[in-house]
């Protein structure tokens, strides 16, 4: 048995014992004790956090997902989808938020369903997150495990973000601010990136050119190549932004690069390069990895967004917990995996570059967006900065900006 219906929590507090309002396909919010009013014909969008479904043991519930489920690559799960469409208290009720988000997950799941063969009345979404579904029906096999030292050096290469070294800031009186770039027209654009085959050999330091000819040797080689490197000297204007292995996974030091963040940091910093690992080479993604059609209308909507965003990332992840339940160390990450990521980097950090020339803090970088720390009593020259580069600026601002100025002009 699946489910029939798509429906929104939002709890007064992280715990799904308390009470909170619940909306069902975009219609009228009502109020609701617990987790335990929630049936099991609907499948619910919740703001609980890992910390709280795990410790109710929730995470057993199929039909419960937690705050993350449509943009898992976010911390704040339901928040950002808020911030994103101005959704904010100050603005509008609980009750509003709750059918507005519902509504929101009803057209995307609803989308999914049909664009990409989800069958709901069959059964219940399986996965932790919406990004891991479409994979699993975009790309259902597993990647390969290519062997211990290239999936070593995969996983260490394989980033999200790049998190920033920022200078102190007062938290009462900045404001962490998430600009973003045109979802579904950058999802196209990450689908449309050449990606290595998964074909490799070894390549050790006695067989590589001279150490001071190694650089251009990769950079120039026609083959992709995951790269063993030691950075140091990075140029101290671009040190803050580039931050050279700030957000690897525990454990690593990020020794282990690949072909387009080398090219990055060769323009900043001194690279090193003491062996690689040489794929046998490009390839475009498959046909069944293209984003779905939207009209030019529908790529500005809500729900075209989160499909388009989760599309390019579910392909950008390691193998979800469905597809290798038992890895021992780490699931596999396939080498189109870490070069998505790293283009993806690549690019924000093109925007990040931008915003930090003109004096903005940045504090981390990826995932199509670029979050920086702005003072709260002068957000229009970040917002004017940003927008004039390409960014979108979260719909908030705008009443904010309005608001500074009218109160500067009277004050």
């Not at 996965?127 to 096999?141: T, V």
């Not at 050790?204 to 040797?217: G, H, N, V």
């Not at 779905?292 to 209308?297: I, K, L, W």
């Amino acid at each position: 048995m699946g489910i029939k219906h798509f429906g929104c929590v939002r709890f007064d507090s992280d715990d799904p014992n308390m009470g909170g309002w619940a909306a069902v396909n975009g219609q009228g919010a009502y109020r609701i004790s617990s987790v335990g009013n929630l049936d099991n014909d609907t499948l619910w969008w919740t703001n609980l956090s890992f910390k709280a479904i795990h410790g109710a043991n929730l995470n057993k519930t199929p039909y419960i997902k937690r705050t993350t489920y449509l943009n898992s690559w976010l911390q704040d799960g339901q928040v950002e989808v808020c911030n994103g469409w101005g959704l904010l208290r100050r603005s509008h009720t609980e009750k509003a938020i709750t059918e507005s988000l519902s509504g929101i997950f009803t057209r995307v799941m609803r989308f999914a369903g049909s664009a990409y063969g989800i069958d709901f009345a069959r059964s219940v979404p399986s996965h932790d997150n919406l990004a891991d579904e479409l994979r699993c029906k975009i790309l259902p096999d597993k990647d390969p495990h290519i062997g211990p030292e290239v999936d070593s050096a995969l996983w260490a290469a394989h980033q999200y973000y790049t998190y920033c070294l920022t200078p102190y800031a007062n938290k009462d009186e900045t404001a962490v601010v998430r600009f973003a770039v045109p979802a579904v027209a950058y999802a196209a654009e990450m689908l449309n990136a050449i990606v290595p085959t998964d074909q490799v050999e070894f390549i050790p330091a006695e067989k590589l050119p001279p150490a001071d000819q190694r650089l251009d040797w990769v950079i120039n080689h026609p083959r992709p190549a995951l790269v063993r490197v030691t950075v140091s000297n990075i140029s101290p204007d671009y040190v803050n932004v580039i931050a050279f292995a700030n957000g690897a996974k525990a454990g690593s030091n990020r020794a282990w690069i690949s072909q387009p963040e080398l090219l990055l940091l060769s323009r900043y910093a001194r690279v090193e390069i003491s062996g690689l690992f040489l794929f046998g080479g490009y390839e475009s993604l498959p046909s069944e990895s293209q984003l779905p059609a939207f009209t030019a209308m529908q790529a500005m909507t809500p729900s075209a967004e989160v499909i388009a965003s989760n599309h390019w990332i579910g392909l950008a992840r390691e193998n979800c917990f469905r597809l290798e339940p038992k890895s021992t160390e780490y699931r596999a990450i396939a080498p189109r995996a870490a070069w998505m990521t790293a283009i993806d980097r690549f690019v924000m950090f093109t925007y990040a570059l931008q915003l930090h020339r003109a004096g903005i803090a940045i504090r981390r970088y990826g995932a199509g967006a670029v979050t920086v720390i702005v003072p709260k009593h002068n957000y229009r020259d970040a917002y004017e900065i940003a927008t004039s580069i390409g960014l979108i600026a979260p719909p908030g601002l705008v009443a904010d900006i309005e608001t500074q100025d009218e109160l500067q002009t009277h004050g």
